[in-house]
């Protein structure tokens, strides 16, 4: 929707008649609101993207970029990533033309969810990181960074199984640029690696930026805590002087295998170059245990 017009979960039901949506909506971020929605076979998550809308057939242009990020996603051989259920599309919704697209919906929740109510096992912990790195290894290999790994975005199925979702809002390398007015990156600063929070915009964000990301989301699933943050109130500056502080080793208290300490320790890294230079790299240390094991 446009700025000036908030989007009303009662238009959105109006606009989706063929489907059982459900209110109120089960989220919302900067890009995009999100609801639990119902065909003939299944539910599924119902995305909406914000953007610049038209109140005419003309396509929301600020939808562009999302959009080919979103397909582009959605088509990776990969079980890590979640695919679409329903394709993008447009809707008129409440006088604005926007695009929205259907995810598959997880009923074991989000990752977040999850720990909300207990901790992961070790094994689980240890299915989560190969989990997780084979998600990334499919992304970065197609140039995808998603730059917004959090647990929040990681969903696990039925068969326990772990999946990296939200596909609207990754940045694809090799894709040219769109216009950028009034773009904001994607990202969650807790989660943010050193160079998402650089002042200049040619700062290098790339897939050791996920890296980075994962890193922090197991290192908070293995100890209950998140390894930089102790305060909702935290300054930029102060996340950034706790990350160039890190100390290693601080998960070994925590039943956790020194070599997944040893792997999360260099995603942490505050310098890039000190990080895995890819998932796989991180995949194939993680792999040498479970050959001896």
């Known amino acids: 929707m446009s700025d000036d017009t908030p989007l009303l979960d009662a238009d959105v039901v109006a606009a989706f008649p063929e489907y059982k949506v459900k209110v109120p909506r089960l989220g919302e971020g900067t890009f995009k609101a999100a609801y639990l929605a119902s065909d003939s076979q299944q539910d599924f998550v ?28 959605a088509g990776l051989d990969t079980l890590r990533v979640a695919s679409l259920y329903k394709p993008v599309s447009y809707r008129e919704v409440s006088g604005s033309t926007v695009a929205w697209y259907g995810e598959p919906y997880y009923s074991d929740g989000s990752l977040d969810s999850i720990l909300n109510d207990r901790t992961l096992s070790p094994s689980e912990a240890w299915r989560l990181t190969m989990h997780l790195f084979e998600g990334l290894e499919a992304l970065h290999s197609q140039g995808i960074i998603h730059r917004d790994i959090k647990p929040g975005n990681i969903c696990r199925t039925a068969d ?23 773009f904001q990156s994607p990202m969650t600063i807790s989660y943010s690696a050193p160079e998402q929070l650089a002042i200049s915009r040619n700062s290098l964000v790339d897939g050791r930026t996920d890296i980075f990301a994962a890193g922090i989301v197991l290192f908070e699933v293995i100890s209950g805590r998140h390894p930089f943050v ?64």
């Open 160 to 182: 326990g199984d772990y999946v990296i979702l939200d596909l609207g809002i990754a940045h694809v390398v090799s894709m040219e640029r769109l216009t950028e007015t009034g």
């Open 46 to 73: 119902l995305k909406i993207l914000f953007g610049q809308t038209t109140s005419s057939d003309e396509e929301p242009a600020l939808d562009a970029r999302f959009i080919r990020e979103i397909q582009l996603m």
């Open 230 to 293: 102790d305060s909702p109130r935290m300054s930029i500056d102060d996340y950034l002087a706790r990350i160039d502080n890190h100390v290693p080793g601080q998960l070994l208290d925590y039943d956790c295998h020194p070599t997944l300490q040893e792997v999360i320790d260099r995603c942490l890294a505050s310098r890039q170059n000190r990080r895995f230079r890819n998932a796989s790299q991180a995949l194939a240390k993680l792999k040498e245990v479970e050959t001896t094991t």
